[in-house]
């Protein structure tokens, strides 16, 4: 069907009517339409004119996931379009809620009959609940409390016992992986990096998934600024977000400072850290855009059964969410024949959050990025990183692909590590029975352990510190009966050994 009569609205307005114009088929801001409000589109066309007219949203490539009414999802940029035959006075052309994952920038009227010349007519709708035609305002980020409290002892503590990523190594380690390594690192161009990541960096990084390409990749600096984008990107007042939890605080505050409403898929000790797959059913709505997940999950080091994981990908898929997956301890299974696939390769509005800091032990570098086939997410999340970091370290970048083609090596040697130090902290749990119970991680270089009898575990923490040793209290993750424990560091006995002899009496 051609685009011949195009009748255009803006979505920004509660209550708004269109009327006959001239307007281009496609936008030309995608950026700014990404951050225009949703509407819930009731389309009732007076039928002035013989014919078949077509109500269409038009889709910027970049935007966030909409509830709509009489559309029909397809891929084009286009938009999305259902039919309806006009006979009478009026056809209300309405159907079943559709989600689209693009932003509501205008709808458009379609005739398509070349010779059409349409006389003015009207589309009505009204904005969803809650969202009143317009942005709720910013929302402000609550202090990061797991940071806040690392600033204060990270670098000044001698045994971090609560590290949440593996023993590092130095620059000229990594160089000693390939022969020319030092010479093409001096040789690094320090000019502006390619946005996405550069080829040689985003092909190192698609080899760790499966079906998801190096053109389906995009760099980030860090994986926090992958959460924020992510969620700053997607998320608009009014829609709906499940968070798995106790989870990295950033989870949680940056998609509540989107505007939207956030409820937590709570995990419990006392349930040895199970996933209520009821409940999570029972927290999906209408407006429900994005579950995030944490596999393997921070703090707890437990890792999703695959049954498990699948019908949390069929719950996703049958509401059309996107599963956003925090995947940065993957590759770091104690058993590796426990590893989930990555939410990219499994489902096609699967988003992959990675790292080169935690399971691969080099936070230095800063990389971190987004895998996923869903081309208008990665568009959208590109267009606002032009607000934040632009392009990634090119240092960084040729460091962190070096690092990625010897994953292995890093891997095993991080492996090691882990599976000496468990059996001490089994050791060390054992004789402290009274005080500290936990159930046992499967996964990643952390545990969370619950403590009992020494009252106020933040206090705790920072007299530990003080002598010498740094636990985290699970208050920052609001646990307070509970601590993360590292053990992704060579230096761990000695640092359990500070511990032992800091315990209170009895």
């Known amino acids: 069907?051609?685009?011949?009569?195009?009748?255009?609205?803006?979505?920004?307005?509660?209550?708004?009517?269109?009327?006959?114009?001239?307007?281009?088929?496609?936008?030309?801001?995608?950026?700014?339409?990404?951050?225009?409000?949703?509407?819930?589109?009731?389309?009732?066309?007076?039928?002035?004119?013989?014919?078949?007219?077509?109500?269409?949203?038009?889709?910027?490539?970049?935007?966030?996931?909409?509830?709509?009414?009489?559309?029909?999802?397809?891929?084009?940029?286009?938009?999305?379009?259902?039919?309806?035959?006009?006979?009478?006075?009026?056809?209300?052309?309405?159907?079943?809620?559709?989600?689209?994952?693009?932003?509501?920038?205008?709808?458009?009227?379609?005739?398509?009959?070349?010779?059409?010349?349409?006389?003015?007519?009207?589309?009505?709708?009204?904005?969803?609940?809650?969202?009143?035609?317009?942005?709720?305002?910013?929302?402000?980020?609550?202090?990061?409390?797991?940071?806040?409290?690392?600033?204060?002892?990270?670098?000044?503590?001698?045994?971090?016992?609560?590290?949440?990523?593996?023993?590092?190594?130095?620059?000229?380690?990594?160089?000693?992986?390939?022969?020319?390594?030092?010479?093409?690192?001096?040789?690094?161009?320090?000019?502006?990096?390619?946005?996405?990541?550069?080829?040689?960096?985003?092909?190192?990084?698609?080899?760790?998934?499966?079906?998801?390409?190096?053109?389906?990749?995009?760099?980030?600096?860090?994986?926090?600024?992958?959460?924020?984008?992510?969620?700053?990107?997607?998320?608009?007042?009014?829609?709906?977000?499940i968070v798995e939890t106790p989870c990295y605080e950033s989870a949680l505050e940056v998609a509540r400072s989107t505007g939207a409403e956030v409820s937590e898929w709570k995990r419990r000790y006392d349930d040895g850290w199970a996933h209520d797959l009821d409940a999570l059913e029972r927290l999906i709505r209408p407006a429900t855009r994005l579950l995030y997940l944490n596999q393997p999950h921070n703090p707890t080091g437990t890792l999703m059964a695959r049954p498990t994981f699948d019908r949390v990908i069929d719950l996703a898929r049958a509401h059309g969410l996107v599963v956003f997956s925090d995947e940065v301890y993957r590759e770091l299974e104690h058993d590796p024949a426990g590893r989930l696939p990555a939410a990219c390769d499994a489902y096609e509005r699967g988003v992959s959050l990675g790292s080169i800091s935690k399971s691969y032990g080099l936070p230095g570098l800063r990389t971190g990025w987004i895998a996923t086939r869903e081309a208008a997410l990665r568009d959208a999340v590109a267009t606002l990183k032009d607000y934040t970091t632009i392009c990634a370290s090119a240092p960084s970048e040729f460091l962190t692909a070096l690092a990625l083609r010897h994953r292995e090596v890093l891997l095993d040697r991080n492996l090691g590590i882990v599976r000496r130090n468990l059996p001490l902290l089994d050791g060390f749990f054992e004789r402290h029975a009274a005080t500290f119970a936990w159930t046992r991680p499967t996964a990643s270089p952390i545990g969370f352990p619950r403590v009992t009898g020494i009252g106020d575990l933040t206090r705790y923490c920072e007299q530990l510190a003080e002598a010498g040793v740094l636990l985290l209290p699970g208050a920052v993750y609001d646990q307070p009966d509970h601590i993360r424990v590292g053990f992704g560091r060579a230096n761990m006995p000695a640092a359990l050994d500070v511990l032992e002899a800091h315990l209170p009496a009895g």
Not at 91 to 104: F, L, N
Request: charged residues 20%; glycine residues 8%.
């Open 1 to 241: 069907m051609g685009l011949n009569q195009v009748r255009r609205c803006s979505a920004a307005t509660a209550n708004w009517t269109a009327s006959a114009s001239s307007a281009p088929s496609e936008p030309t801001n995608a950026a700014a339409a990404a951050r225009r409000a949703a509407v819930l589109v009731r389309p009732a066309v007076p039928a002035n004119s013989p014919g078949t007219i077509t109500p269409s949203l038009v889709m910027p490539r970049s935007g966030s996931a909409r509830t709509c009414r009489a559309v029909a999802l397809t891929s084009s940029t286009a938009g999305c379009m259902a039919g309806g035959k006009v006979a009478g006075s009026t056809a209300d052309m309405t159907g079943p809620p559709v989600r689209t994952p693009y932003s509501v920038q205008s709808v458009m009227i379609l005739d398509s009959r070349p010779e059409a010349v349409l006389p003015e007519y009207h589309v009505t709708g009204r904005d969803p609940p809650g969202i009143s035609g317009r942005d709720t305002g910013p929302v402000e980020l609550s202090p990061f409390r797991i940071e806040r409290f690392y600033a204060r002892y990270e670098h000044s503590t001698r045994f971090m016992l609560s590290s949440s990523d593996c023993e590092s190594r130095t620059i000229g380690a990594l160089l000693e992986f390939e022969p020319d390594a030092h010479e093409r690192l001096l040789a690094t161009w320090c000019g502006y990096t390619e946005s996405p990541g550069g080829p040689e960096l985003r092909q190192a990084i698609a080899s760790i998934y499966e079906r998801t390409g190096a053109g389906e990749v995009l760099a980030t600096s860090s994986a926090e600024e992958g959460i924020f984008l992510l969620y700053h990107a997607l998320l608009r007042p009014g829609d709906h977000v």
